[in-house]
């Protein structure tokens, strides 16, 4: 079965690191979406991209989070400098292009970048 | 912005007991999503819904769109084990951009 992989799967680093998380949609997916999953807040929309494009990225706060698509296969989502209420399961999730009747399609979920800022 | 409101938030019932769990919206929606996510795992899409009154079945899951397209619900019968996680609606944003905007999601403990 195609999956969206996500690297790396654990991530634990000391605040004020650089922190890079990858995410390999499915291929032939043109939309990409970043979340983020907390106790508290639930799922976030941090960013999405369609056809590599951003298209929203209102949920994520800009002055240390950034998001790409270097290309179709990558999509990446930076924290510089991290902070430990960054803490967080960071999922990427991608779509395929919608239907002929015009119906949304389902969104695929990787595994998850789990994030721990000491 | 749009949003939905998921209830309960927690349902812990015995092995064999249904469970239900209810999305609504104050706006009409275009369509909902429901999606299923394990302990330690990620959100796994389940089923979508579009049409009015919509009703689909999953072995013991039945999921519903009300008549009004305001709200849906989720209930499963005869719950077991393997049905503990969090189920999440989702529904598309009124902008028609493609973001999918989720509940709170509904967290299932199943005791044996």
Redesign the interface.
Known sequence: DARVTQTPRDKVTEMGQEVTMRCQPILGHNTVFWYRQTMMQGLELLAYFRNRAPLDDSGMPKDRFSAEMPDATLATLKIQPSEPRDSAVYFCASGPPRGGNGKPSPQHFGDGTRLSIL | GQQVMQIPQYQHVQEGEDFTTYCNSSTTL??I?WYKQRPG?????LI?L?KSGEVKKQKRLTFQFGEAKKNSSLHITATQTTDVGTY?CAV?GSSN??????G??TTLQVKP
């Open positions: 275009s369509n999503q795992g990620h959100p796994v899409f979508q579009v999440f598309y951009t493609g973001k999918l905007i989720f709170q999601g």
